[in-house]
């Protein structure tokens, strides 16, 4: 992974002695709360519904255990001993006091992270595959266009104000698992006419109050100009996005409202202008970040194990776990396990100081020293050998890290809601626990199969609802928290919005309607068709019926 | 209408109005109208900031820069918070509107905390960090026999001779040596007039790469003053960086201040910190540039205005050699160059913050620097030619 | 005071026969605080001081007004709250969570009821 050199070291030490310098002013009174409150939302310290809320970059979601650990003891020194994984990779601590939050961000400093960006109307952390590195199918390592791309977005002078906040995703694989068509820039790693690899540019997509898919603008971009690119595309947004109304401001709108050609023209002309040479990386300095993401060693092993073997015969929760938790590997012999954030009647991405360490020490231990977050606020160690899994699994399981149910229903996305969020209309985090025991049965879970349920507190999306396969949005009706229900929402290379399924439900009455739908879709599945397909063939019919009874 | 000058942290108040004002709005036409009007009347343009968090500005400063080529005053007006002002000066604005004179500190102070920035831009025309810490232009010569260094080093010192205007010297180097042209600068003042200079001849930089050697004990104010200096004359000033390992078995050798203890000691850490990044700086380049003046210290009273420098295998050139004090400040004042503010507080030879103190007037100009040290000895060893301390050394037997 | 304070204390003010309490967050560590019946903030809803007309809550606001000046608290509004046999229960959800003061870590910790 990437190293701090002199230059970043000093860089975020000195925003680290900015930020201790403006929060002395506020306390002591120099600085009012309106004119502090810019400068801590750059440093992503927000003041949520109960306290303090500090969210930590985790660029494009990989850790080392060094910073793992770093984490771990932040959380038990300065917080309650746990920490929120969230849908953008990044690390939230609920309970930080003001007071605390430099010694926090030097303590971040140590191990090479900051909080730069994680709020505000700028370019934020890049989403990437969390299998970069690893996936079998992947085509290219995404991760050296992030940390580019970190680099060159971290305090750009020009893209900084921008009309609302701005996130990239990369994908280097044949499977999108960044959801880079629900950004508002999505970049895909493909192949050229002429074998080169280069990006296919999708922009525009977006969940929030207006949903979207992104639109290609560029089939294929050469590598080399990717920032020129990106720089001419930022342009256009900076200068024509909408800054009359916070909810018509994500460049989303603005190419719904230009339309995907108009838009192109306009960033294909500044292009055309751009002065490329001193914008786009010179190829010495991409190899010399390139250096940093070499894969580890990996010396191929046989792909069978008997241990595996013999345990999944007599254990049928590891095999479950193999099933879901393990992923394809590009060296035979090795695999990505899924360490799980999802254990039934838990809040889905939270983790404890201890769950921390010992994932820490697992990924040393057996996993070539390598951590990523994934988005759907999952850990993943993705160097493993296939003969360590029993091992790794009765150590996971001790941690209550090992549930199987990646992927499955039980592995919902959800938001912290109401239960934290300042801008939460609903919560979500007890329904999303009603659910998952209602479905805790993991032959239950098995028979349903792959399904996503994506559930958000309120419309600003951070549960991505719009992209569930079933997607819960919880509003407040008159004082009443009430949960409306949509379908056929996708995040993968199909990538479709939810339809809104009918009236709400209050919230006891959503276990049973997930139940209802999941049911539904049983019923009338066909041979090997997952939800999607289902719903795809029948649309929404059976299920409102399902629901609502016959109208 | 009150202004802080970006460049430089100042207050000015006798500013003069723009000659056009842009909205936020103003498309690409209007922008390229502006700066030919602008440019006709020489004069500022301003462009409207709504509000602080309208960042539209920004890009219309870097379009009338970048690809506009508009080189006059780009002025900031209306809701601005001191917290942009690094942004807008990597923009290309050079003053910004200040609705509170008494903001003008918090403005300077959020000035003087960048240094450093990932992104190219006006201030920093290489793509990202690229080319910091490392060698770059065209190499010299390789492997020039002495003896035609040392004729052409004479000849160069004779054309240089036949004028005394600074940015004439900097054209005819420029002309004379081909290759690469080392400008190791220390920002002190002898250094800005040179860098100035350079500017003129060469707006672009030409051949000169101009450098700095960043020990990590410097002066933020040195900092600073590269910063300016970078804004002004849209130059990068490369920063040259010691070893980190041999800094760090120095200083758990001899601990941080260990240079105080003994001359050895001293000699040891300038020699980490400035000689050997200097030398890897030199290596490859066809001419080296300094502001050593002759009266600055005995140990320089007879530099030529240049020489060839065998241990580095370069000529050595030094522009001003022949300069007095009161030639320089007049140059400096003349041109209004950016120089180190330490300067106006008694610091006269500024080196590293720990072996640097302010002077008295009338004390030697380079008695601030190891000032527990004797006189003979104060020579950081950057500007120690083998040959001629011998010579010396000789005269005094 | 933002449009959704605004909002909260026109909820707030036609819930009836309810009485009103003055809540923020303390500045040097954001925790949840109530302005007590002795000009100072207590993390326990129930000590709160309770203004029952807009008179008292005018007063109350003076010296929120004046802790937020002297960097005690920031984000003061009014909240709405009925006063029942058990003690004083905040009218919104919201609110009710906030009063709790709840971290989600553990498993079976909800309280506030569904």
Redesign the interface.
Known sequence: MYRYD??DN??VR?RVA?FRDQAERRLSGQLSEA?FK??RLRNGLYLQLHAYMLRIAIPYGELSPRQLRQLAMIGRKYDRGYGHFTTRQNLQFNWVRLVDMPDILDALADVEMHCIQTSG?CIRNTTADPYAGAAFDEIEDPRVWCE?IR??S?????????PRKFKIAISGAAEDRAATEFHDIGLRIVKGPDGKTGFRVLVGGGMGRSPFVGKEIRPFLEKQHL?SYLDSML?VY??YGR?DNIYKARIKILVHELGIDKYREEVEADWE?N?K??????Q??YDRIAAYFEPPALAPRPVRDEGVDARRETDPAFAGWLRNNAKPHKVPGYTSVVVSLKEPGRTPGDASSEAMELVADLAEQYGNGAIRVNYTQNLILPHVAWSDLPALYDALAAGGLATGNNELLGDLICCPGLDYCNLANARSIPIAKEIAKRFEDPERQAEIGQIRLNMSGCINACGHHHSGNIGILGVDKKGTELYQITLGGSPKDDASIGSIIGPGFRAEAVPDAIDTIVSTYIAHRDEGETFLDTWRRLGAEPFKEALYGAR | MALVDLSSGSLLTDAAPPIVELVPETDDAALAEAAKEAGDNAGPIAIQFPN?????G??LA?LLR??IGFKGEIRAVGYL?P?LA??L???GFDTAELADPAATETWKESLA?I???????VRN??????G?GESAGRAGDAESPAGDGESAAKALADKLAGTKDIAARMALIAESVDGRLAFSSSLGLEDQAILNAIAEARPDGGAFDIFTLDTGRLFPEVLETLEMSEIRYRLRIRSV?PD?KEVEELVARDGVFGFRQSIENRKSCCEIRKVRPLNKALAGAAAWITGVRREQSGARAEMPLAEWDAAHGLIKVNPLADWNGEELDAYLAEHNVPVNPLHARGFISIGCQPCTRAIQPGEDPRAGRWWWESEEKKECGLHMNPMRERVSEGQAA | MDKRNAKRLADANKAGDTVQALTANRLSDGIVVYLDGQGGWTEDMAKARFAEDDETLQQMQGIADKAVADRLVVEVYPIGVMIEDEGPVALSVRERIRAAHKTTLTKDWYDVPL
């Open positions: 002199e230059f000093t860089f000195e900015e004119e810019p400068l109307n580019v680099q060159w971290t305090l750009h002078p020009e893209f900084n104000w921008l920032l342009r900076n200068r800054r202008a002065r040479e001193s914008i786009d990386l010179p010495a300095e | 602080f968090g309208d960042g539209r920004m890009t870097r970048e690809r918070i917290d690094p942004f000066l990597r923009c905390r240094d450093r920035a990932y992104q190219p831009g025309p290489l793509a990202m960090r690229y910091k960086v980190a």
